[in-house]
């Protein structure tokens, strides 16, 4: 995903020259490409984050496009304030990417986890959450936050995650992206994840169970016609996201859902459990243990299913 963004950058910043980027002593390997083309416009603030946002915003106001680049939990919670009292109360048009989503960058421990990050600058005024499910949205969320003229956050992986999408979806702000058809249960992920639930749709199949699946790029603003509709047509629909299950996607479709008075539906939060990991495991064995693989899923799966 990192790669499908910088590369998508730098094609913008050829014809565009208010687009700056700015990093925090940082990726090394990715983002020499707009360092090398655009040296006038890149700034490595070296490992000051809260600076970084303040840098930001005063370029931002000055009529820039600015983009900060940095890992997980330290261009968001480390300068939460900054971004409150900076960005947002200014609409500055900062564009805030955060590499590492959830457990990519697992093992090297809790202080690199980012799984609340999209909970807790949901909150914030102004902002858009923004989360791609491969490296075609990621592409695609690059191109749509340079038209926002306002804050945007966005969290990516980190590399060599798979290309989900054949063909290039309808990508609009605030709105889901139907991947797989179904009818027996709806199963909506947002970021990286995404390939997992593809593959637990694909095991459902073997249970002759039809699980659509559908990708929410974006946190907020949230898609609320089409939950108003998948509310009314599946008893059953699964959030599924590698971060806290408090706040993040799950919290806001399920504001939607409780106003819906005449729902028949059963809304279920898969995501990271309320638990510290005090050891350094990668990505794949934190998804275990928080049972987020296409196997331990599945399996919850059938449980809520058989109870309808």
């Not at 995903?1 to 208010?18: G, N, Q, S, V, Y």
């Not at 191109?143 to 966005?154: E, G, I, R, V």
């Amino acid at each position: 995903m990192r790669t499908a963004f910088i590369k998508t950058l730098c094609e913008l910043a050829k014809t565009d020259e208010r687009i700056w980027l700015l990093c925090g002593d940082l990726g090394y390997s990715v983002l020499e490409s707009f360092a090398q083309d655009f040296p006038q416009r890149f700034v490595n603030v070296g490992v000051a984050e809260q600076n970084m946002i303040g840098i930001a915003t005063g370029l931002a106001i000055s009529g820039k496009v600015v983009f900060i680049y940095s890992i997980a939990n330290f261009p968001t919670l480390r300068c939460l304030e900054q971004i409150r009292n900076d960005v947002c109360y200014h609409n500055a048009n900062v564009k805030i990417v955060a590499v590492g989503a959830g457990f990519t960058y697992g093992s090297h421990g809790y202080s690199h986890h980012g799984i609340e990050d999209m909970a807790i600058l949901r909150t914030l005024p102004n902002m858009t959450i923004i989360a791609p499910g491969d490296p075609i949205e990621t592409e695609l969320a690059t191109k749509a936050m340079l038209d926002l003229k306002s804050p945007c956050y966005m969290r990516l992986g980190k590399a060599g995650e798979p290309i989900v999408h054949q063909t290039q979806p309808e990508f609009k702000i605030g709105k889901m992206i139907p991947v797989q058809n179904g009818q027996d249960a709806l199963l909506i992920s947002t970021g990286g994840i995404l390939p997992i639930a593809i593959a637990t749709a694909q095991k459902a199949l073997s249970h002759n169970l039809k699980i659509a699946v559908w990708s929410s790029p974006f946190i907020y603003p949230i898609d609320k016609e089409s939950l108003t509709i998948a509310a009314s047509q599946f008893s059953l629909i699964i959030i599924l996201e590698e971060g806290t299950i408090k706040g993040g996607l799950g919290g806001a479709v399920a504001e939607i859902v409780a106003s819906i008075s005449d729902r028949k539906t059963t809304l279920i939060l898969m995501g990271v459990k309320e638990q510290i990991i005090y050891h350094a495991y990668n990505q794949e064995q934190l998804r275990e243990i928080m049972g987020l693989s296409p196997e331990k899923i599945l399996d919850n799966l059938l449980k809520l299913i058989n109870k309808f």
